[in-house]
């Protein structure tokens, strides 16, 4: 009796070992990961970022729905840089891949609310290489982004997702740039308060996005600011740095 209550508790402890190795092997291949996409991120080398993704794509470390969703996460930067260039097929392959695995990560995780809110974004993304889709897709689209802020008010990607909609969408059909600042805004000082800033790539980038919102709702002032605070943070970030921020300060000064 006594050997097998010992049998009992060696297999429990080398599942917990297991378990405990194979969480923090996870952190820290998104560890690794993140530092890549963040060295891309400053720099613009879209040839890094993806190269990120192709690793990925072919790892054996694809399992767990924290990876899955930095992955989703990465597609996402990169359909955003490909539609700003019109690179619309490359961008159609990557949504497809994205919108697989998410379907994954909600098979493993059905409340993820980040998972909703990329459901999302990434309908949003097709009506963007076709505007036509939006007839078709629009609702759909709002509507994983509302399931995701009422599984979870907080969410960041959610936040952000919903400032996109009101920030891109035109004024007749809903869009509101001061709305979509409050969320923008909103979904900064969560990270802030949680300190999820350091070397992050969604951060800075939503920084931007803020700048961008000031300057077109008419508050200049703060729109600098916010550029000022992006090149505090990383001085390196070298597309803010040497292209938006001289060429805001030259309309501001115009």
Not at 67 to 93: S, V
């Amino acid at each position: 009796m006594r050997d097998s209550r010992i049998s009992l508790f060696s297999f429990i402890i080398t599942l917990l070992l297991l378990s405990f190795s194979s969480g923090t092997f996870a952190a820290t291949i998104e560890a690794s990961n993140n530092k890549i996409i963040y060295s891309a991120f400053i720099n613009r080398d879209m040839r890094k970022w993806e190269a990120l993704i192709h690793t990925m794509e072919n790892s054996n470390d694809l399992k767990s729905v924290g990876i899955k969703l930095d992955l989703i996460n990465y597609y996402y930067g990169d359909i955003g840089y490909l539609l700003g260039i019109k690179q619309y097929d490359r961008a159609e392959t990557l949504i497809e891949k994205g919108e697989k695995l998410i379907k994954e990560v909600l098979h493993q995780s059905p409340d993820n609310a980040t998972a909703y809110s990329f459901k999302g974004s990434y309908l949003g993304f097709r009506i963007g290489i076709n505007h036509y889709k939006a007839f078709f897709l629009e609702s759909d689209s709002k509507a994983y982004v509302n399931k995701a802020l009422k599984l979870d008010a907080g969410n960041v990607q959610a936040l952000i997702d919903k400032g996109n909609m009101l920030y891109y969408a035109p004024r007749l059909l809903g869009g509101d740039k001061e709305k979509a600042l409050d969320y923008f805004l909103k979904a900064a000082s969560i990270m802030e308060k949680n300190k999820e800033t350091y070397q992050n790539w969604v951060y800075l980038n939503l920084l931007t996005i803020i700048a961008s919102a000031y300057e077109k709702t008419g508050n200049m002032k703060q729109a600098e600011l916010t550029y000022e605070k992006i090149l505090r943070i990383e001085p390196n970030i070298t597309w803010v740095r040497d292209d938006l921020y001289p060429k805001f300060m030259s309309r501001m000064k115009g």
